[in-house]
């Protein structure tokens, strides 16, 4: 008796099974799944963070194994709150996104947020800090850590350069006002004063520094942004004030700049980091825009594979997306460090460094 037609039948099934299984792979690799991605556009921040998306994206699309093909919605959220909202409310309405990588600042965020969590959309934000985003929405997450740690960082820093007398300016918003008192809480010398300043470009700083200069400070926190942060350093300036000058993560778009010579800044970010990713990063990023990333770039970056990574695991199912970021069995590795999120939204154990501006560039302080 021959055996071979027993033979062939588990063979043919297993052909069978195979077909099968590529024919769904080529499937879903024809499908096109959707990102939302909000930020101020024409801003240094937003421009450095739908550079950092758009990399991703592509670099995504080009290699082998994903189950998708990505295609993204833009919004322009204007850095406002009102504006922010609606924006996310057409992320909700369009039956195409199933993600958002946004919003980048905090008080965006924190209206966006109330509006992915009605929507149930799930949303991660690239570089809101402030503490009240901290559990807002079971759909909002950030790949940045809350300036809760990032006060922190600034104050112990500054300790260890003998820093003893500060003054504080923060902007009078969600972003400054946590950023400030997570200072003010942690440092350990004496806080001579405390003062609220605008987040829009013009005001007049110089009775803050005229004071600041009378109190012979040793330095000057900023809690605020590249906006307020940029006015402060030409007053600070012209007045020729001696103490150090920090300000939030804001300052990296500064760095550039020879008015911010000498600045300190913390940041989830080093483009001179070592590792493997980061410098392959740092070179596709230079090769296509001609200029290294910063903080805003990378974390965008970051935030955009990740986001993939729970569509090609799980699908273009909101609440599966969802449910996926929220219990990573392991953190993702990206080139702003370890991602893996709490109940609240934020990641756990992310840190940020402290940086020193010289000659236009930018440099990791030692004794971190």
Known sequence: MSLRPHLLAPTRAVLAAAVLSAVACSQRASTTVFLGAAAPLGSAVGDANMKGFELALDEINAAPGHSYKFDKVIRDDSAKGDRAAIVAQEFVNDPRVVAVVGHVNSGTMMAAARIYD???????????????LTGISPWAFRVIASDSLNGLTVATHMGKLGKRRAMILYENNSYG?????????????????????????????????????????????????????????????????TAALVGGNGWTVLSTD???????????????????????????????????????????????????????????????????????????????????????????????????????????????
């Open 118 to 132: 009605g929507g149930h959309l799930p949303a991660v934000a690239t570089s809101a800090t402030s503490p009240s």
């Open 177 to 241: 006002r946590g950023l400030a008192e997570s200072f003010r809480r942690a440092f350990a010398g004496e806080i001579v004063g405390m003062d609220p300043i605008s987040d829009l470009a013009g005001e007049d700083l110089e009775p803050f520094l005229t004071w600041i200069k009378q109190k012979q400070v040793d330095m000057v926190f900023v809690a605020g942004s590249a906006t307020s942060g940029l006015g402060f350093l030409k007053e600070a300036r012209r007045q020729q004030i």
């Open 258 to 368: 020879p008015i911010a010579e000498g600045a300190y800044f913390p940041t989830p970010f080093n483009s001179a980091d070592p590792r493997p990713d980061v410098q392959a990063f740092v070179n596709a990023y230079k090769a296509r825009y001609g200029e290294t990333p910063n903080a805003y770039a990378a974390l965008a970056y970051d935030a955009t594979k990740l986001v993939a990574q729970a569509i090609d695991k799980v699908g273009p199912n909101r609440s599966k997306i969802r449910d996926y970021l929220a219990h990573l069995d392991a953190p993702y590795v990206g080139v702003t460090g370890r991602t893996i999120f709490g109940d609240n939204g934020d990641p756990k154990d992310k840190s940020m460094i402290m940086m020193k501006i010289h000659d236009r560039a930018v440099m990791a302080e030692a004794n971190q």
